[in-house]
């Protein structure tokens, strides 16, 4: 076959390739850098430039030198481009689409003149350590040297304007998760299917089969087998362009699916926007590690010059993409990947001046350069010059091991083979196979994944099958001259020589000191090289040396596929629709969606001290409580006694928690004698219910009490004002509502608006004569909207959250968790009253005992002298200049009283009533504030209450 | 204002489309097609948990055991268990008050300690139903294994959808693949939403149930 | 993510569960010492290995559970209900 020029589609594009993944009669267009280019359906952003004769895709790191192909896959270090407003795009990896803008990043001002490639003739100043070394000293100085370190940041621009991109998350439970997608994992993924099990297999290219497919006519022939057989065996999922990116506790393994532009407008997402990117995650019976090898680069002088790649490189864009890559090659060979690679060349027409054999001696030197930076030449270990424009290196392999180091294994080195094979120490769950596991045929190799695939099957132990054997390699790594080893990072083996000779002589101080291994490829290239360079600068093998330890994820994933799906829930109360319907501002308290008020709070609060309003409480928490130990169980949560309260009475209760601290509080009543209510607050419901059932299974499992939560099972409203009594009454014929038959702290059953099942409390927050009633959630809306009808006349509205708050504020109702935090014991907030220590046990107990005798702050009313000033939640109380002796805990303007009120804690010597204290505000004024004698500042003697 | 004559009950599921009061329910009534992926509101049937000793006469009397649901009542009812000593029996609509009263008088004898407790007003129930995709929407919201080995036809299980604890029911009706889910009653709308999100790949449709859907 | 094997509802993600901390013994209340019962509340043993732990299974059966867990490998050997002998 020979090499022709395709007209229109490039001028280094071959005639079609036998296993090429173009489609020839699906030409595009697409543009780079501003200017438009043709290229095939199935080309990469890369394939596609090559092919049009552009070899330089980015400038490097922090010298800005020019930079090519490399690896021509996903892991390709110079190959980061911006694809539209996404950054950091795999240029190697990510197909072209048509009309596809792409970009280069990281230069300034062009990509052909780069300011900053000066950094190259100040070199030495860059070099190990340079960050740490330059910009720290003087600390003055350390904005400027941000904006001096702005300009050496990599990376891509996103726009602020960015649409919300469709973001997917899915679980799995495979029988047999695969790794790896060439012919070991398909193998393993086919014999794992016979077996019966359930198998997941991924791989990270578009389509399946690995070295196969740019393999010759035998190996693809296999291939094609494979690859049909995979599509007929039932119970294998297949997912392509995905990756395994950890493997976590259990074989829990993240899997990130990226987009397929194949099905851009196939139904995926709303409006059939494509699926960015997918996780999946996956709960694996067994995970099959078929990562095969990653081909290794050569460390010499002028190793990143543009034209020099790895032999995987060149026969990837000859026989996949149809890209010649160079006219006049030199081959760096030490297996049979290299000589592969010549044949190849040579076949489509590239003249291969030199095939330097480094199994018998031969070796590389220099890369030499154009003036431009891409390569013109190469100087040999026998001191030899040639010209060439390509450069290919087949040196060996480094093993993929990131999901092995994350299931538990050590990976170990083996000089023989000079690569890392698995430690033997994975868990029963985790098995390997292919490249990554040892060497052989392939039919060994295919013979081993079938072996593995079909115990990993039946959860069998992996030793059962035989292991593959390990083939000579030579170790070769750097050559005779300093050269790059982490190419995305800028760092040169002589940086690591230098660190080394500072004293950052073990591979984890140099990694942090140099930052080798920490760009973009993440070591899968580099470690190995800069393992090797370390042990021969201080003397110790490779094995000793050791190697940095890989953590999640394998492949970089986007905060977009890690948030996927957005899942928040929220609750609505019944009355919702018509809070919404009449302009209610909502406020999120937790997962709950609240009306804050509908529009003037101060006025609700009128309607409320002057007429009657209703309040939707729903979120209060209820707790259905049944059995005949209920008594035992309020005594233990609560700290006051529980044994004597009557059917139809409620009583208002404190929890604390074991440590004393107020935990919640609220009012528990008895319908009958074995069934009682218990409220809770709207925050505290599902803590308060678990911390029932946890003394009742733990400490008490014989005793017979059943919780059940029915939180919204009733919809719950507190109509209040002094026309609340007239108001229900109207709705309400089965109850006796008179002061004498229903009077304060009692409840009451009955039918509410024609709806039985109801029940009414007597009781309030807002201090004035109110009726909690509860009903079932279903008729919420229909009650809430009859009692607004039915009321008009007596001038009912509806009031929100914030009237509430400024209504029990002026009642000095504190508030678990808003005047109270999680230090402050009942004694504390004032409880004294209520905790009734002759109980023989109660949770807490003994805390609030001892706390009788401690120093503690007191929560009291207090009113800033000049009402006008309301000073913020959270404001200090100080004394002196700087000596806390306090805090606002609560604030408001009171339109009752037209004037500021306040809770708040004080030192106890500051605690009695008339106590002027000085208020720090946030303007740093000091304001004096009044000790009340009440927490209470309206209606102290709750007169309006019980009326 | 709507008339306020007579308490009209309603689902915290606001009805897609079409909408009827039917025997003091509002109901959605619009139609979906069988064979497609859909979902129903069936938050109007009547529900009661029981709680009792796991393997008592109660739970004899009760017949499904934990992580089961049955048929009873000639298919009227369903008994689901949901809990260890915990169960759910779902009912038709206006059933409630029947219900508790005929379980109250199954266990009366028992002399175990028991509790009955209505809550058809207090959770959210609907039903997703088509095609094997059916599995796959619920895949996306819920990460306990849902395949037909793990998770057979006549399965319940309490686990997280959508960030909301959910009981689900495997309940396939005339062989196709169906699922009850059924969760606190505030979070109802919410869990609802997020099915027919997930759904959306696969052209999901609400509906109004109709008889066969309970 | 560690899989907690819950003797009521089988295997579930920990997601699914609470944690509540290391088990253990609540003093008694009438005689306990300040020292004691603060170690009660905020003394834990945190091991290399083996620990006896609570854990709350909110999103299934509701059950409180004593797990046994090996704290390097997120290992359970056992998993029972909490109640107290």
Not at chain 1, 446 to 467: K, N
Not at chain 2, 191 to 200: K, M, N, Q, R, V
Request: charged share 20%.
């Amino acid at each position: 076959m020979t090499a022709t020029v395709h007209p229109g589609v490039g001028t280094r594009r071959l005639s079609e390739q036998p296993g090429e993944v173009l489609d020839r009669r699906a030409p595009l267009s697409f543009s780079w850098d501003g200017r438009s280019y043709q290229a095939y359906r199935g080309d990469t952003i890369v394939s596609g430039l090559l092919a049009n004769g552009v070899s330089v895709f980015s400038r490097s790191f922090k010298y800005h030198r020019p930079r090519g192909v490399l690896s021509a896959s996903f892991l390709d270090p110079g190959c980061t481009v911006q694809v539209g407003d996404e950054p950091n795009v795999r240029g190697a990896h990510r197909r072209l689409e048509p009309g596809m803008a792409v970009a280069p990043q990281n230069v300034w001002p062009s990509l052909r003149y780069d300011a900053k490639s000066a950094n190259q003739l100040v070199g030495r100043f860059l070099g190990a350590g340079f960050y740490y070394k330059t910009f720290m000293k003087p600390e003055r100085l350390w904005p400027a040297y941000e904006q001096v370190l702005k300009r050496f940041a990599t990376g891509g621009r996103v726009s602020p304007e960015t649409p919300h991109g469709f973001y997917d998350k899915r679980y799995a439970h495979p029988d047999v998760l695969v790794a790896g997608g060439g012919p070991a994992g398909m193998a393993a993924a086919l014999a794992a299917a016979e077996a019966g099990a359930e198998v997941l297999l991924v791989e990270e290219e578009y389509d399946l089969g690995g070295h196969l497919r740019w393999g010759d006519g035998a190996e693809r022939a296999v291939l094609a087998e494979l690859v049909a057989a995979v599509a007929a065996a039932p119970g294998i999922e297949v997912l392509t362009n995905s990756v395994v990116t950890g493997r976590y506790d259990d074989n829990w393994i993240a899997v990130l699916q990226r987009r397929h532009p194949d099905r851009v407008g196939g139904g995926f997402g709303p409006a059939g926007s494509p699926v960015i990117e997918r996780l999946v995650k996956a709960r694996a019976g067994a995970l099959v590690v078929a990562a095969g090898l990653v081909e290794r680069p050569y460390v010499f002088e002028g190793n990143d010059r543009p034209g020099v790649m790895l032999s995987s490189a060149a026969r990837r864009l000859v026989n996949l993409w149809a890209v010649k890559p160079g006219e006049r090659a030199v081959v760096l060979s030490a297996n049979a990947a290299g000589d592969a690679a010549a044949a190849d060349l040579e076949r489509v027409g590239v003249e291969v001046a030199r095939v330097v054999d480094a199994r018998s001696g031969g070796d590389v030197v220099r890369a030499l350069g154009a003036r431009n930076g891409t390569l013109s030449g190469v100087e040999l270990g026998d001191g030899t010059k040639l010209d060439c424009d390509l450069l290919v290196t087949a040196v060996g392999w480094t093993a993929p091991t990131s999901l092995l180091n994350m299931a538990g294994d050590k990976p170990v080195y083996e000089p023989r083979a000079a690569r890392f094979l698995p430690g033997g120490r994975l868990p029963g769950n985790v098995y390997v196979t292919g490249g990554i596991a040892g060497d052989g045929t392939l039919e060994e190799l295919m013979a081993h994944a079938r072996a593995i695939g079909e115990t990993a099957a039946r959860g069998g132990e992996a030793g059962s099958a035989p292991a593959l054997r390990i083939d000579p390699h030579p170790a070769l790594f750097k050559g005779a001259t300093h050269g790059m080893v982490d190419y995305s990072e800028d760092v040169s083996s002589k940086d690591l020589v230098a660190a080394a000779a500072e004293g950052y002589d073990s591979i984890e101080l140099m990694k942090r000191y140099t930052t080798v291994t920490m760009g973009p490829s993440q070591g899968k290239l580099e470690t190995v090289n800069a393992v090797a360079i370390l042990s021969e600068a201080t003397g110790r093998s490779i094995a000793e040396t050791g190697t940095t330890v890989w953590r999640p994820p394998y492949a970089p994933i986007s905060l977009g596929a890690l948030g996927g799906r957005i899942l928040e829930p929220v609750r609505h109360s019944p009355m919702q629709p018509w809070h919404e319907a009449h302009g209610a501002r909502p406020l999120v308290a937790g997962q709950w969606i609240r009306p804050d008020h509908y529009g003037d709070p101060d006025a609700e609060v009128a309607t409320v001290r002057n007429k009657v309003g209703i309040i939707d409480v729903t979120p209060l928490g209820k707790l259905d409580l049944r059995g005949p130990d209920v008594p035992k169980l309020l005594n233990l949560l609560y700290v006051n006694k529980w044994s004597k309260l009557a059917v139809g009475s409620v009583r208002y209760g404190v929890m604390c928690a074991e440590d004393g601290v107020v935990l919640d509080d609220g009012v528990t009543g008895r319908l009958a004698e074995d069934r009682w209510v218990m409220s809770t607050t709207s925050s505290g419901a599902a803590t308060v219910w678990e911390w029932a059932e946890s003394w009742l299974q733990t400490e008490h499992p014989d005793w017979q009490v059943h919780v059940t939560p029915v939180t919204t099972a009733y919809a719950s409203i507190n109509i209040a004002g002094p026309a609340s009594r007239e108001l229900l009454g109207r709705l309400c014929g089965d109850v006796d509502l008179s002061g004498e038959a229903f009077g304060y702290m009692q409840v009451r059953a009955g039918t509410i608006a024609g709806v039985p099942g109801c029940w009414m409390w007597r009781i309030g927050f807002t201090g004035e004569l109110s009726y909690e009633i509860h009903v079932p959630a279903s008729y919420g809306l229909h009650v809430w909207e009859t009692l607004l009808d039915s009321g008009a006349d007596l001038g009912v509205g509806a009031f929100g959250i914030e009237a509430q708050r400024i209504m029990r504020l002026e009642k000095g109702h504190f508030i678990v968790a808003q005047d109270t935090d999680g230090l402050t014991k009942a004694l504390g907030a004032g409880l004294d009253w209520l905790v009734k220590a002759d109980k023989d046990d109660f949770a807490g107990k003994p805390e609030l005992a001892w706390q009788a005798g401690e120093h503690y702050q007191r929560l009291v009313g207090l009113q800033p002298l000049d009402g006008d000033i309301v000073p913020p939640e959270a404001s200090q109380i100080v004394a002196g200049e700087t000596r806390i002796v306090g805090r606002i805990t609560s604030s408001r303007r009171s339109p009752t009283l037209g004037r500021s009120i306040c809770l708040g804690f004080v030192e106890p010597d500051l605690a009695a009533a008339g106590t002027i204290v000085t208020v720090l505000l946030p303007d740093r004024r000091r304001i004096p504030a009044r000790v009340m004698e009440h927490h209470a500042h309206y209606d102290p003697e709750g007169v309006r209450l019980r009326g | 204002m709507a008339d306020l004559a007579v308490p009209v009950a309603r689902s915290p599921i606001r009805p897609v489309g079409p909408a009827a009061v039917i025997d003091g329910w509002e109901h959605a009534t619009g139609a979906a097609a069988r064979g497609g992926l859909r979902l129903c509101d069936l938050s109007h049937l009547a529900k009661v948990t029981v709680r009792a000793p796991a393997d008592g006469a109660t739970a004899a009397a009760l017949v499904a055991t934990h992580g089961k649901a049955v048929r009873d009542a000639g298919a009227r009812r369903l008994v689901i268990g949901s809990g260890p000593g915990e169960w759910l029996v779902l009912a038709p609509q206006g059933e409630g008050p029947a219900l508790l009263a005929d379980i109250e008088a199954r266990v009366a004898g028992t002399g175990e300690f028991v509790s009955v407790v209505e809550l058809t007003h207090g959770r959210a129930l609907m039903r997703l139903s088509g095609t094997d995709a059916v599995t796959g929407v619920l895949a996306k919201l819920c990460a306990v294994n849902l395949s037909d080995k793990a998770t057979p036809d006549g399965t319940a299980l309490r686990t997280s959808v959508a960030a909301v604890v959910t009981d689900v029911v495997r309940d396939d009706v005339d062989s196709e693949r169906s699922y009850l889910l059924h969760c606190e009653r505030s979070s109802g709308q919410y869990l609802f939403d997020a099915l027919l999100d997930a759904g959306g790949d696969h052209g999901i449709e609400p509906y109004g149930a109709s008889h066969k859907d309970w | 993510m560690m899989r907690i094997p819950c003797p009521y509802c089988g295997p579930r993600n920990a997601s699914e569960f609470a944690y509540r901390g290391e088990s253990k013994a609540r003093p008694p209340v009438a005689t306990a010492t300040p020292e004691a019962w603060r170690a009660y509340l905020y003394d834990h043993d945190n091991p290399e290995g083996w620990v006896r732990e609570g854990w709350y299974h909110r999103a299934g059966c509701r059950r409180f559970l004593r797990v046994e867990r090996h704290t390097q490998t997120n290992e359970i050997r056992s998993v029972e209900p909490a109640a107290r002998p």
